[in-house]
């Protein structure tokens, strides 16, 4: 499968954007999905993603309650979208899958994914 990331840009404190992740190649409705995100200077970190049945979506508490991860199967797309975005939110973004069957604690693994899109860049202005 392949993924291409898309809907970054510049956008000022407490906006919104919304990412997509179109794929192509194969349907992802089975797969796991994950959003990631690396700041310049900093490790690749763990955004959000979304269960294989989309019963269950992760997020670390640094974006709880503001980023909402989901998909659209008709359309083969993941989606991220960010509300009341921070300065601290700049980084590119990645989305990543895997057609595995990942246990509860390694959805936030950059391990655990096969599969990943060429990051969008999403910069957030103070």
């Known amino acids: 499968v392949q993924l291409q990331a898309s809907g970054g840009g510049l956008v000022q404190a407490g906006g919104s954007l919304r990412l997509s992740c179109a794929a192509s190649?194969?349907?992802?409705?089975?797969?796991?999905m994950g959003w990631f995100r690396q700041a310049p200077g900093k490790v690749r970190e763990f955004v959000a993603a979304?269960?294989?049945?989309?019963?269950?979506?992760y997020y670390p508490d640094s974006v709880k309650g503001r980023f909402t991860v989901s998909r659209d199967n008709a359309k083969n797309t993941l989606y991220l979208q960010m509300n009341s975005l921070k300065p601290e939110d700049t980084a590119v973004y990645y989305c990543?899958?895997?057609?595995?069957?990942?246990?509860?604690?390694?959805?936030?693994?950059?391990?655990?994914?096969?599969?990943w899109g060429q990051g969008t860049l999403v910069t957030v202005s103070s």
């Open positions: 990543a899958g895997t057609q595995s069957l990942l246990g509860s604690r390694y959805y936030t693994g950059i391990d655990s994914y096969d599969y």
């Open positions: 190649g194969r349907t992802i409705s089975r797969y796991a």
């Open positions: 979304i269960s294989r049945n989309d019963v269950i979506t």
